[in-house]
């Protein structure tokens, strides 16, 4: 199964664009890349998925390069509400079964 | 449209007692699951049900934990007998048919503490 790398921690200020770049160096063919937001208390909320080049939603663009061996979620002038941990899963085909593997998120502390 | 329903939010119990957790899908989102959040560490599928069939229940402790989906609509999941490691929020989801590949919604989850 593919497993994914994104840093721990990130700050940033308020109206700066933010990048966040996950590795997934063993992702499969047939893998897609999943961003998920997650606020204090609450349930995750899915942000954008995409295969491969560019995927643009009113959220957020992720950014994949042609080897798919990472990815990178970009949040065009983040405000103090984007302040939240940012989960990069590959969805992977186990026995017919798509299976998303979370790992740590990055945590994302907006600052005024 | 109604998001995903948990009941109760916060639950206290003490170890080696019995508790169980209430989960109502979006309407039409035929595959439910049931995650297990540890503070500080991203969410750990404990079960997958497609309608009323499980689909993937490998990482389901079932000695001590249970779920069940019995119409294809509202889900239970229950432990029985608590440990202190079960500590967590348990978090039930949905998804639709047709949507995007890996779209679940999520709900509120249910912070459970074992004392």
């Known amino acids: 199964l593919a497993k994914t790398t994104q840093p721990i921690s990130m700050d940033s200020y308020e109206g700066q664009e933010v990048n966040i770049t996950c590795s997934h160096n063993n992702i499969a063919t047939n893998d897609y890349i999943t961003w998920y937001q997650q606020f204090p208390s609450q349930g995750p909320r899915f942000i954008i998925q995409?295969?491969?080049?560019?995927v643009t939603n009113e959220v957020a663009s992720l950014f994949i390069p042609a080897d798919r061996k990472s990815s990178t979620l970009s949040l065009p002038r983040v405000s103090l509400s984007d302040t939240a941990v940012y989960y990069c899963l590959v969805a992977t085909n186990a026995g017919n079964n798509r299976k998303l593997i979370w790992g740590l998120g990055t945590s994302l502390a907006v600052n005024p | 449209e109604a998001g995903v329903a948990q009941s109760p939010r916060y639950k206290i119990i003490e170890k080696r007692q019995s508790v169980a957790f209430w989960c109502n899908p979006i309407s039409g989102h035929a595959t439910l699951y049931w995650y297990q959040q540890i503070l500080g560490q991203g969410p750990k599928l404990l079960i997958q049900?497609?309608?009323?069939?499980?689909?993937?229940d490998s990482q389901l402790p079932k000695d001590r934990f249970s779920a069940e989906r019995l119409k294809g609509v509202d889900s239970t999941l229950k432990i029985q007998p608590a440990k202190l490691e079960d500590s967590a929020v348990y978090l039930c989801?949905?998804?639709?048919?047709?949507?995007?590949?890996?779209?679940?919604?999520f709900g509120p989850g249910t912070r459970l503490t074992v004392l």
């Open positions: 995409g295969y491969k080049t560019k």
């Open positions: 049900f497609q309608n009323n069939g499980v689909v993937d």
């Open positions: 989801a949905s998804r639709k048919p047709g949507l995007a590949k890996d779209t679940q919604y």
